[in-house]
């Protein structure tokens, strides 16, 4: 049986406690990993004097898959995000967040279904800031013909992979008609290559109405950088939260999966800390390697824990701590393999 090598970056906060639970589940599926364990974070500045040491970019550049949980950005504290930095150095162009109901998560909503297709490098997000003079500030928004172009074809391909219906390209190409008149302009050319999936654009600010009075017309949402990431936390609450959304940051060669939320410091160390996200990101990390079976047992196991509503963290309802709820999902994982 094939052993996966795959880095693995707790990251700080609640990372390794609900790290811990990702991996008992992934184990529960029988797939074998060998986990190459590396730190990132604020806690390792001391070590090694920045938050992200090569190492662990050595370590994604080896073993091409990674699982991630959250690090905290201290604010002001000099350093960017290494979640940022991450994506940058290793050129994980895709940002992909599923949004899919999960019976017995408290919603307003039921049956949603949606992926947020999010291009990750450039936008407003590439961080070119300065000031003009004292009382003035610029930032450059910056979007690309290749970014925007290789971000529509990896929705286009995945829809056709997964057997989705439509691709809706978000933008504001009304108002910044060169900038998102160019990712409009190139998801209209890639989308002619691809006849057997629709495809549509709503402006940004349309398309969170929408989203919020009939997310069920849409599928798939190809975003470019700031509006992916609003669209996307929109998207995790129509599900019912940060704690069940999961994500995956995709490059040409390798990808580092990881929930939407972020460190939770309130819980760190409590034992209180919703594992769902990172175990579902752990569901598209097996599909990536190609355990599709392994994956589909891990998700309808964490469906039927949490349909159960039994051993279930505070924010689902239960009492069950961390630990509780990722052994039970392991117990109904081993149940289904
Ligand atoms: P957060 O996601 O950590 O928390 C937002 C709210 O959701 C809080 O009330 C928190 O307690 C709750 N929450 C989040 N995840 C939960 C879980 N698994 N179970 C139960 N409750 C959960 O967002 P924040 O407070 O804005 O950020 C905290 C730190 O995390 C910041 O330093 C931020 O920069 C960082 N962050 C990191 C990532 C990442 O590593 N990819 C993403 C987002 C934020």
């Known amino acids: 049986m094939t052993e996966y090598r795959v880095t693995c970056i707790p990251g700080d906060g609640i990372g390794p406690e609900i790290m811990a639970v990702a991996k008992v589940a992934v184990a529960a599926t029988g797939v074998r990993i060998r986990w190459i364990d590396v730190e990132a974070g604020a806690d390792v500045m001391d070590k090694y004097g920045t938050p992200l040491p090569q190492a662990v970019i050595d370590s994604v550049r080896d073993?091409?898959?990674?699982?991630?949980?959250?690090?905290?950005?201290?604010?002001?504290?000099?350093?960017?995000?290494?979640?940022?930095?991450?994506?940058?150095?290793?050129?994980?162009?895709?940002?992909?967040?599923?949004?899919?109901?999960?019976?017995?998560?408290?919603?307003?909503?039921?049956?949603?279904?949606?992926?947020?297709?999010?291009?990750?490098?450039?936008?407003?997000?590439?961080?070119?800031?300065?000031?003009?003079?004292?009382?003035?500030?610029?930032?450059?928004?910056?979007?690309?013909?290749?970014?925007?172009?290789?971000?529509?074809?990896?929705?286009?391909?995945?829809?056709?992979?997964?057997?989705?219906?439509?691709?809706?390209?978000?933008?504001?190409?009304?108002?910044?008609?060169?900038?998102?008149?160019?990712?409009?302009?190139?998801?209209?050319?890639?989308?002619?290559?691809?006849?057997?999936?629709?495809?549509?654009?709503?402006?940004?600010?349309?398309?969170?109405?929408?989203?919020?009075?009939?997310?069920?017309?849409?599928?798939?949402?190809?975003?470019?950088?700031?509006?992916?990431?609003?669209?996307?936390?929109?998207?995790?609450?129509?599900?019912?939260?940060?704690?069940?959304?999961?994500g995956a940051n995709i490059g040409e060669h390798m990808a580092v999966f990881e929930p939407v939320h972020g460190s939770a410091p309130r819980y760190a160390g409590l034992d209180k800390a919703d594992p769902t996200a990172l175990v579902l990101s752990a569901v598209l990390m097996l599909a990536y390697l190609g355990e599709a079976e392994a994956s589909h047992a891990l998700f309808e196991a964490v469906r039927a824990v949490i349909g159960e509503g039994r051993r279930v963290t505070y924010d689902l309802g239960g009492t069950s701590g961390t630990r509780d709820m990722g052994e039970a999902i392991a117990e109904e994982v081993a149940r289904r393999i």
């Open 63 to 246: 073993t091409k898959v990674a699982i991630k949980g959250p690090i905290t950005t201290p604010v002001g504290s000099g350093f960017r995000s290494v979640n940022v930095a991450l994506r940058k150095e290793l050129d994980l162009y895709a940002n992909l967040r599923p949004a899919v109901s999960i019976p017995g998560v408290r919603s307003r909503y039921e049956d949603v279904d949606l992926v947020v297709v999010r291009e990750n490098t450039e936008d407003l997000y590439a961080g070119v800031e300065h000031m003009v003079g004292p009382d003035a500030a610029e930032s450059i928004k910056i979007i690309t013909r290749r970014a925007s172009e290789r971000i529509a074809r990896f929705a286009f391909d995945y829809a056709r992979r997964e057997k989705r219906r439509k691709v809706t390209a978000v933008h504001k190409a009304n108002i910044m008609k060169l900038s998102d008149g160019l990712f409009l302009e190139v998801a209209r050319e890639v989308a002619a290559g691809y006849p057997d999936i629709e495809f549509e654009d709503r402006i940004v600010d349309t398309m969170c109405m929408q989203l919020v009075q009939k997310p069920e017309l849409y599928d798939v949402l190809l975003c470019p950088n700031l509006y992916g990431d609003i669209i996307s936390d929109l998207c995790a609450g129509l599900i019912g939260g940060l704690g069940v959304a999961p």
